[in-house]
């Protein structure tokens, strides 16, 4: 790949990385899925209730349960991107608020891998601590209604 290749790529990524963080942001279910391929991988790693691999249905699920706690969704905001090959990183913070008032603010790292010009796997890490504090109660009661497995706590 020549250094013109490379900062294309670069910039596309980031491009394709911006739009999938304010469709997340806003629960923009649309938005999310025009920007990841068919077989992505959404990786919550650590011990909250939302962590493990979700792929597919699973995703949009998850994502569903989330918009119930945080119905206007979380403002991101991103603070840096480094784009290399078909990887990106991106720190970024993000501010919400749930159904009951509380705040949800959360400090994030993307890990971001590419395919195709597509998203096809994203490890987000986040303050897991804050998702049990303030998801985990309604989580737990939301998979119960739904006959699914509670995820570890």
């Not at 999310?32 to 699920?61: N, Q, R, Y």
């Amino acid at each position: 790949m020549t250094g013109n290749d490379s900062e294309n790529s670069a910039r596309a990524h980031k491009a394709a990385a911006t739009r999938l963080f304010e469709a997340m942001g806003s629960l923009d279910g649309p938005g999310i899925a025009a920007e990841i391929t068919d077989d992505f991988v959404l990786k919550l790693p650590g011990s909250c209730v939302l962590s493990g691999e979700w792929t597919g249905p699973e995703i949009a699920e998850i994502y569903g349960f989330v918009s119930q706690v945080l119905p206007n969704g979380v403002r991101l905001e991103l603070h840096s991107m480094t784009a290399e090959e078909d990887r990106l990183v991106c720190h970024a913070s993000g501010t919400g608020e749930t159904v009951d008032g509380e705040s949800y603010n959360q400090d994030y790292l993307y890990l971001l891998n590419f395919r195709g010009g597509k998203i096809s796997r994203l490890v987000e890490y986040m303050d897991t601590k804050l998702v049990d504090d303030r998801l985990g109660k309604r989580y737990r009661v939301w998979a119960a209604s739904k006959d699914q497995d509670v995820l570890p706590a």
